[in-house]
């Protein structure tokens, strides 16, 4: 049984998914950041591969992802970083990338050095459902990871649905047609999430986008199993002098 099986077995409401970028403050924060989320509560984590041009993340993760490559990080840093992961980390680990960089490192390898290392799934926004149906799912499935599709307000029901059937894992709900971060007003997208619960998904849904702190976790959680917080995070640990504290007291405020 999967990660993801045995989390969503065991808890199904007020997931969390911490999402943080490898190599960000520094080259050698991945794994000491991985074990503390893991420690202070976190469900699920989510971790970033650093890319030039994030076209679905805001200016704060962008940033991030800018510093972590001056920081020297690269997919095959990232893999090296992760070799003894499993030693320290039980929690699922989802890899959330873009897709140019992964084909410039070979898909299949990737796939491959993702799986060998203990990595559960992959987010990849901008690969086209048409294209993984066609090639890349195949492979995917291969080395056993799950694949975590995105559907938005926007998104009708008969795609959601396709898109639910495509995934496994857990379904991502952004919150609304934007990028990363910002200000959402989790109020006016109660009927969106209302409506993805009355489509019966076979995946768990996880909301993202907006949710920053213990009140917009709550309000996503009400319609969902759970959700994802990335910007705050990533906010709260690049102004800190003490990542494991701001780490800890960040988990609090949203988790007590």
């Known amino acids: 049984m999967s990660r993801f099986k045995n989390l969503f077995e065991r808890k199904n409401q007020k997931v969390l998914n911490v999402y943080c970028t490898a ?22 984590i989510e971790l970033g591969i650093p890319y030039s041009d994030p076209l679905a993340d805001g200016e704060v993760i962008q940033e991030s992802s800018a510093k972590a490559l001056l920081n020297g990080m690269t997919i095959a840093t990232l893999f090296a970083q992760l070799q003894n992961m499993r030693d320290n980390v039980s929690v699922p680990v989802v890899l959330m990338g873009y897709m140019n960089p992964v084909l410039q490192y070979g898909f299949e390898q990737f796939c491959a050095d993702a799986a060998a290392v203990g990595v559960d799934g992959l987010i990849l926004p901008d690969l086209p459902e048409f294209e993984f149906e066609k090639e890349y799912g195949a492979i995917i499935k291969k080395y056993g990871l799950d694949f975590i599709f995105l559907v938005t307000p926007e998104t009708s029901e008969a795609r959601c649905k396709k898109l639910d059937s495509l995934s496994s894992g857990f379904l991502y709900a952004v ?8 200000d959402k007003k989790m109020g006016s997208i109660e009927d969106y999430l209302t409506r ?14 907006g949710i920053k702190d213990k009140v917009t976790f709550s309000a996503a959680c009400a319609h969902a199993n759970g959700a994802i917080i990335g910007t705050a995070f990533i906010k709260t640990i ?17 988790i007590d």
Request: aromatic content about 10%; hydrophobic content about 35%.
């Open 238 to 254: 690049g102004e800190s002098e003490n990542i494991e504290e701001t780490t800890a007291s960040f988990l609090k405020s949203i």
């Open 196 to 209: 993805l619960q009355s489509y019966s998904f076979d995946n768990p849904v996880l909301v993202g986008f």
């Open 23 to 44: 190599g960000f403050p520094f080259l050698e924060s991945t794994m000491p950041i991985m074990q503390t989320l893991e420690q202070n509560g976190a469900d699920i």
């Open 175 to 182: 919150s609304s047609s934007s990028t990363t971060g910002g």
